[in-house]
């Protein structure tokens, strides 16, 4: 996880100096964007293209965008936009949550290609990503043609009337977007080593039905002719090696702008991003600070990405403010992220919580209306969550009395939860306490047993990524109530119990820093209901084991969504099963020792909690 950071690093160093190397004819910039929250993910190898999976109006997909400079270009010659697959994406699973995602290179796709009336720039500070969408991609101008892939193929489209309309000023040149309307597909970016997405300048008529035709010779893209050559350049609009001056090229012997040249050397102009304002200056340097430490670790992670302290300054120093802010835009979705997924982690430690409490109430002793009296109960858990990639470490203490009231006790716990995950080339560590209240009461004409549990707690959050560094913190709400009807049926030796219960959480985040990026505010706030059945088995009079099967359904009353690389988002609104096993037993008189063994099947990967625990009673 780490060293993809350095990677990316890596291939934006190739991509740069290739950039400053190449012809008008390759993309200034490329992207794809998951609609839903306005990502921007702009420096992979490849440009994802999905169809919806959510049904019409949610937006829960990729689009994509290509800009070209086409400034040395002449108005004569025919233009083609060439653009190869290199992936496709095959989903499979319910309707909700995340989607299982198999890659495979068979397949085929249909991709529209439009001319955009408004830029992508405008589209990420729009905060309106789906309107913005409709408006100038899939409603906007008419498709100018479409791709049809299959498999492992190079398609072109003719582009020259949109081209020349550029050229000669008489359309505004704000890219292409790219869109799925059949199948989810990955073509290669201009960040691919390989088929890198071009325009191609050609006389001939070839390629204009969608073939991979390669372009005529006089103005291929690979060898190049005398006037649009992609190589060092002809004698009038030649893609020149760009001037020191920031200027976006020299060009060819006329003085024709280059294709590609060093990025603005302003370094009070002002970068723009919705994370805040910055210099150009100021936002390098965060960049620097995000990918370089002291320490043996990192010197070993850029080495093996092939990424030298010397190189990283040098990329970084000549990204111009557009490109950094860009990169700056990546970095906070993933921060972000990964505090919103803080926020998950805090509520499921909030189960595991209640769990053990209810737990406590449950095996201590009710009041007999004479009797007051302590029980003491203590626990250590370990839990992993694949799903979230994170691991989760907590103590709890119950203390529960019964208060002389006949069928009643009262209780107070307490918990700390420790739980780490990475973040880009570095870590997030999140740390909490809550305090609980908490009682039950039997009813005797049901013979069931009603139990409430209110929790308060906060919890603060730390980031570490390169010399970067932030903090967040919240505060956690929950409120737990449950009903079960006690040895409602035997088979045998082991009694059953039903129980139902409903649990409301609500995690908040306080507005944070890091770096130089301002965040505000989040907060996610989930109900779960449950239902489930407990069997008691007696092993001897000191022994007892207990299993539980249990069906649970969250709904999150703001329809919270979150980014995931891996699986596009997570839906909040999902269920799941739980299988437990509970093993308690008496070690002398009046205390016992119990291990408790749990799996759930939350999300895509199935999450696993070890608590071992002891209870006293005095």
């Not at 169809?51 to 994509?64: A, D, K, L, P």
Request: hydrophobic share 35%; glycine share 12%.
């Amino acid at each position: 996880m780490k060293s993809k950071f350095y990677v990316v690093v890596a291939v934006s160093a190739i991509g740069v100096f290739y950039a400053n190397a190449s012809s008008v004819v390759t993309p200034v910039f490329d992207a794809d964007s998951y609609l839903y929250i306005g990502t921007n993910n702009a420096y992979g190898p490849q440009i994802s293209l999905g169809e919806s999976q959510r049904g019409v109006g949610t937006y829960h997909f990729n689009f994509g965008v290509i800009e070209f400079d086409v400034s040395s270009l002449s108005s004569e010659g025919s233009k083609y936009l060439e653009l190869s697959a290199v992936e496709y994406i095959l989903l499979s699973g319910g309707t909700t949550g995340a989607p299982i995602q198999t890659s495979s290179s068979t397949g085929a796709a249909s991709v529209n290609l439009v001319a955009l009336d408004s830029s992508y720039s405008d589209y990420q500070v729009s905060g309106d990503y789906g309107g913005w969408y409709d408006t100038y991609v899939e409603n906007g101008s008419s498709p100018l043609g479409t791709y049809n892939f299959t498999d492992l193929m190079t398609v072109r489209l003719d582009i020259t009337s949109t081209v020349n309309g550029w050229i000669d000023g008489t359309l505004p040149n704000n890219g292409f977007a790219l869109y799925s309307t059949s199948g989810n597909v990955e073509l290669a970016s201009s960040e691919n080593t390989n088929n890198v997405p071009r325009i191609v300048v050609s006389e001939d008529t070839g390629g204009s039905d969608g073939s991979s035709d390669s372009g005529g010779s006089d103005g291929s893209s690979d060898s190049g002719g005398s006037d649009v050559s992609s190589g060092s350049g002809g004698s009038d609009v030649s893609s020149g090696s760009g001037g020191s001056d920031g200027s976006s090229g020299s060009g060819g012997s006329d003085g024709s702008s280059g294709s590609g040249g060093d990025p603005s050397n302003n370094l009070d102009e002002i970068v723009y991003t919705n994370y805040g304002e910055f210099t150009l200056t100021e936002a390098r340097a965060a960049i620097l600070a995000l990918v370089l430490k002291s320490g043996s670790a990192d010197a070993d992670l850029m080495e093996e990405a092939g990424v030298s302290s010397s190189l990283a300054q040098a990329v970084i120093d000549s990204l111009n403010a557009e490109q950094v802010a860009q990169i700056l835009g990546s970095v906070a979705v993933a921060v972000e992220n990964s505090s919103r997924q803080g926020l998950r982690l805090l509520n499921q430690s909030g189960i595991a919580h209640l769990d053990f409490f209810e737990n406590s109430l449950h095996d201590a002793e009710l009041g007999d209306g004479e009797r007051v009296g302590w029980e003491f109960f203590t626990n250590a858990n370990y839990y992993k969550d694949e799903d979230l990639d994170s691991e989760q470490y907590g103590a709890e203490v119950a203390a529960v009395n019964s208060i002389g009231v006949k069928n009643f006790n009262v209780g107070v716990a307490l918990a700390y939860t420790k739980a780490s995950r990475e973040l880009l080339n570095g870590d997030n560590d999140l740390k909490g306490s809550k305090v609980s209240l908490g009682s039950s009461y039997l009813i005797d004409e049901w013979n069931t047993l009603v139990t409430g549990i209110c929790s308060f707690g906060g919890w603060d959050s730390e980031m570490n990524v390169g010399s970067t560094k932030g903090e967040t913190k919240g505060s956690t709400t929950a409120m737990h109530i449950s009903a079960e009807v006690l040895d409602a049926f035997a088979l045998g030796n082991v009694s059953f119990t039903p129980v139902t219960s409903f649990s409301w959480f609500r995690s908040d985040l306080d507005p944070y820093e890091f770096g130089i990026l301002d965040f505000d505010e989040a907060s996610n706030q989930v109900n779960i209901w449950r239902l489930g059945l407990k069997g008691l088995y007696s092993i001897d009079e000191k022994s007892t084991v207990r299993g539980l099967i249990e069906l649970a359904q969250r709904t999150s009353d703001d329809s919270s969504y979150i980014y995931a690389p891996n699986s596009d988002y997570w839906d909040y609104d999902d269920s799941w099963m739980k299988l437990g096993l509970r093993y308690r037993r008496e070690v002398f008189a009046n205390a016992h020792c119990i291990l408790n063994v749990t799996t759930t099947t939350e999300g895509s990967d199935p999450t696993f909690g070890v608590n071992v625990g002891f209870h006293q009673k005095f």
